[in-house]
T-cell receptor
Framework: EADIYQTPRYLVIGTGKKITLECSQT?????MYWYQQDPGMELHLIHY???????EKGDLSSESTVSRIRTEHFPLTLESARPSHTSQYLC??????????????FGPGTRLTVL | KNEVEQSPQNLTAQEGEFITINCSYS?????LHWLQQHPGGGIVSLFM???GKKKHGRLIATINIQEKHSSLHITASHPRDSAVYIC??????????????FGKGTLLTVNP
């Protein structure tokens, strides 16, 4: 059973506020990810990390930033939230499980609404 | 055109029916994943496969690498199977094979 947690689960906030979405995993995985998912649409990778002090932008451009100071923690920050940031944000971590690729474990997601 | 296409987009079935969801992809892959997303957002990995067929309980996943096609089958469907089923592919090799490209998902509703 995967242990990956996200807080808050739901967040409604006004334009211009700074927000941080938390993600933690207790599995000791080196790789972690942030995905953005709009309703009815596919997930898009916005950030990933190979390990501590290693972060890179994903395929979808995002105004958010991330940090990876500890293996288990991968927070995402929006300095100034805008209505266009309204979406669901999913955190994941992975380990190589053979068979050609990693198995990814997902958190429950944070549904963000910016008014 | 998306690199990963799923069909159908929506599927409604009666309890007990045999269900098939299809996934086609247009790029080279190292593995294909089937994921399940329940209302509320949580995603669970069901299968990862790079060849042949895998079975877990009532779920069966197959892949044809030459045809770039995979199917997810559910036997004896149940209302608790209602969810969005997502196909995703891992691309690249070595250090980059962790990146996933996702399909839009198939919304399955199983009625009692």
């Amino acid at each position: 059973e995967a242990d990956i947690y996200q807080t808050p689960r739901y967040l409604v906030i006004g334009t211009g506020k700074k927000i941080t979405l938390e993600c933690s995993q207790t599995m000791g995985h080196d790789k972690m990810y942030w995905y953005q998912q709009d309703p009815g649409m596919e997930l898009h990778l916005i950030h990933y990390s190979y390990g501590v002090n290693s972060t890179e932008k994903g395929d979808l451009s995002s105004e958010s930033t991330v940090s990876r100071i500890r293996t288990e923690h991968f927070p995402l920050t929006l300095e100034s939230a805008r209505p266009s940031h309204t979406s669901q944000y999913l955190c994941a971590s992975s380990e190589f499980s053979g068979g050609g690729a990693d198995t990814q474990y997902f958190g429950p997601g944070t549904r963000l609404t910016v008014l | 055109k998306n690199e990963v296409e799923q069909s159908p987009q929506n599927l409604t079935a009666q309890e007990g029916e045999f269900i098939t969801i299809n996934c086609s992809y247009s790029v080279g892959i190292s593995a294909l994943h089937w994921l399940q997303q329940h209302p509320g957002g949580g995603i669970v990995s069901l299968f990862m496969l790079s060849s042949g067929k895998k079975k877990h309980g009532r779920l069966i996943a197959t892949i044809n690498i030459q045809e770039k096609h995979s199917s997810l089958h559910i036997t004896a469907s149940h209302p608790r199977d209602s969810a969005v089923y997502i196909c995703a592919v891992s691309r690249g090799s070595g250090g980059s094979n962790y990146k996933l490209t996702f399909g839009k998902g198939t919304l399955l509703t199983v009625n009692p």
